[in-house]
């Protein structure tokens, strides 16, 4: 998600509480400002979206075009936290399809996405 703005420790915790597997692929860069708190965590660097989305039952991204396109590519529901006013339109479209749900960055907490 970018370490400008990374809220992956919020959806972290947002998703301890469910019984799954999470896989959380960052970059090198990113990679410090992640720990996985709970045992069903798994943290992977550099890992391709395009060979770990077909394994999965829902992603939970920032908004680029090219991690949209993956995911709706591979018919995995999204869950779209965009950091970038581009974004917020890209996450609106897969909203408005059906394919996945837009959750405004000022949003994006805790409560808001364990909620749903």
């Known amino acids: 998600m ?4 990374l809220l992956v420790p919020e959806i972290l915790t947002a998703l301890e509480g469910i019984d799954a597997e999470v896989v959380v ?3 090198a860069a990113d990679r410090e400002f992640v720990t996985a708190a709970s045992p069903n965590v798994r943290i992977k660097v550099g890992l ?10 829902a ?6 075009s090219g991690t949209m396109l ?9 869950v779209i936290v965009p950091i970038f006013m581009d974004r917020a339109e890209i996450a609106q479209l897969v909203a408005d399809s059906g394919a996945g749900v837009h959750v ?12 749903g």
């Open 2 to 5: 970018g370490s400008r703005n």
């Open 70 to 78: 993956t995911a709706a590519s591979a018919g995995v529901p999204q």
């Open 104 to 115: 405004p960055l000022e949003a994006a907490d805790t409560a808001h996405l364990s909620a």
């Open 25 to 27: 692929a960052v970059s």
């Open 59 to 64: 992603i939970v991204h920032h908004g680029s």
């Open 48 to 57: 391709p979206l395009h060979t770990l989305l077909p394994t999965c039952d």
